[in-house]
């Protein structure tokens, strides 16, 4: 894969003076918390964060504060937001948010790598990532920092993809197509970081673990990222593992199939939770 992709599909954890970078970026975080079946993995993942009024929760990776207004409501005037990120102007624009939902003053927002939190042990009730072990280079440090800044019994909560569930259906080429989605789901460091989530929470010593799919079926082919598969087409095109009449072929067809009412395509999230050994809830 080319490093302008690695770049690209990590973006998110670059701090960027750039005005019209950070509103695309912006636009692009907004679009996504916005779509249906990510609101229905963000609403699971709170009710595993088991908040209750008062609690201290922490949001690795936060972005532009699309939840810290819901996790706000949760804990209550009496309770502790916080919301962390690398980019210092996605965390400009959730300042504004929290602001503007009146929660401002029960919300700290800080600039840090999630790799290294900058807190002390114990210092939440609850943590909460979604969609950013996905871009990580050390998936598991960061869950082991996120276990470290939990209390003893409180509950550590991720919701990631698992590449490995994208399923498109292609009615005249699916070697082809397989061949496209593979080297397009490339650009995520830890396109499986989904299926793994169990794994890697029972490795940081968190307990009660579970791991639950949740799946998504779409049927317009520009909805699930056309455009990344172009890119990849081209990649591939470049290096000589394909055609570049098979690749305009296969994609084509896609099109063809969701104007003819016949474009399927399956995605997956893993919305995982483990509970720091101690405390209230035992060993």
Same mark, same amino acid.
């Given at each position: 894969?080319?490093?302008?992709?690695?770049?690209?599909?990590?973006?998110?954890?670059?701090?960027?003076?750039?005005?019209?970078?950070?509103?695309?970026?912006? @636009?692009? #975080?907004?679009?996504?918390? !916005?779509?249906?079946?990510?609101?229905?993995? *963000? +609403?699971?993942? /709170? &009710?595993?964060? =088991?908040?209750?009024?008062?609690?201290?929760?922490?949001?690795?990776?936060?972005?532009?504060?699309?939840?810290?207004?819901?996790? @706000?409501? #949760?804990?209550?005037?009496? !309770?502790?937001?916080?919301?962390?990120?690398? *980019? +210092?102007?996605? /965390? &400009?624009?959730? =300042?504004?948010?929290?602001?503007?939902?009146?929660?401002?003053?029960?919300?700290?927002?800080?600039?840090?790598?999630?790799?290294?939190?900058?807190?002390?042990?114990?210092?939440?009730?609850?943590?909460?990532?979604?969609?950013?072990?996905?871009? /990580? &280079?050390?998936?598991?440090?960061?869950?082991?920092?996120?276990?470290?800044?939990?209390?003893?019994?409180?509950?550590?909560?991720?919701?990631?993809?698992?590449?490995?569930?994208?399923?498109?259906?292609?009615?005249?080429?699916?070697?082809?197509?397989?061949?496209?989605?593979?080297?397009?789901?490339?650009?995520?460091?830890?396109?499986?970081?989904?299926?793994?989530?169990?794994?890697?929470?029972?490795?940081?010593?968190?307990?009660?673990?579970?791991?639950?799919?949740?799946?998504?079926?779409?049927?317009?082919?520009?909805?699930?990222?056309?455009?990344?598969?172009?890119?990849?087409?081209?990649?591939?095109?470049?290096?000589?593992?394909?055609?570049?009449?098979?690749?305009?072929?296969?994609?084509?067809?896609?099109?063809?199939?969701?104007?003819?009412?016949?474009?399927?395509?399956?995605?997956?999230?893993?919305?995982?939770?483990?509970?720091?050994?101690?405390?209230?809830?035992?060993?």
């Amino acid at each position: 894969m080319s490093e302008d992709r690695r770049r690209v599909a990590s973006e998110i954890w670059q701090p960027s003076p750039d005005d019209e970078a950070r509103r695309e970026m912006i @636009a692009t #975080l907004d679009e996504l918390a !916005g779509d249906p079946f990510l609101k229905q993995v *963000a +609403a699971r993942s /709170l &009710e595993l964060l =088991r908040l209750q009024p008062g609690t201290r929760v922490l949001d690795v990776g936060c972005g532009p504060g699309a939840l810290l207004p819901a996790l @706000a409501q #949760l804990v209550g005037a009496e !309770g502790r937001v916080v919301g962390l990120d690398y *980019a +210092a102007p996605l /965390l &400009e624009t959730a =300042r504004e948010r929290v602001e503007a939902a009146g929660v401002g003053e029960r919300v700290e927002l800080v600039a840090g790598d999630a790799h290294r939190l900058p807190f002390a042990d114990a210092s939440f009730d609850a943590v909460h990532v979604e969609r950013v072990l996905m871009h /990580l &280079e050390d998936p598991d440090a960061a869950i082991r920092e996120m276990r470290r800044v939990t209390r003893p019994g409180g509950w550590v909560v991720a919701a990631e993809p698992d590449s490995g569930g994208v399923r498109i259906d292609h009615a005249t080429d699916p070697e082809g197509m397989a061949l496209i989605s593979d080297r397009d789901l490339q650009q995520f460091r830890n396109g499986a970081i989904g299926l793994e989530l169990y794994r890697r929470f029972a490795r940081a010593g968190l307990v009660e673990r579970l791991a639950e799919p949740m799946a998504t079926f779409m049927t317009d082919y520009e909805d699930v990222g056309a455009d990344g598969d172009r890119i990849a087409a081209a990649e591939l095109v470049a290096e000589g593992a394909i055609s570049r009449e098979r690749a305009d072929a296969v994609l084509a067809e896609l099109h063809e199939a969701t104007a003819r009412g016949e474009f399927a395509w399956i995605g997956i999230m893993v919305v995982a939770a483990g509970r720091v050994p101690g405390g209230a809830g035992g060993a």
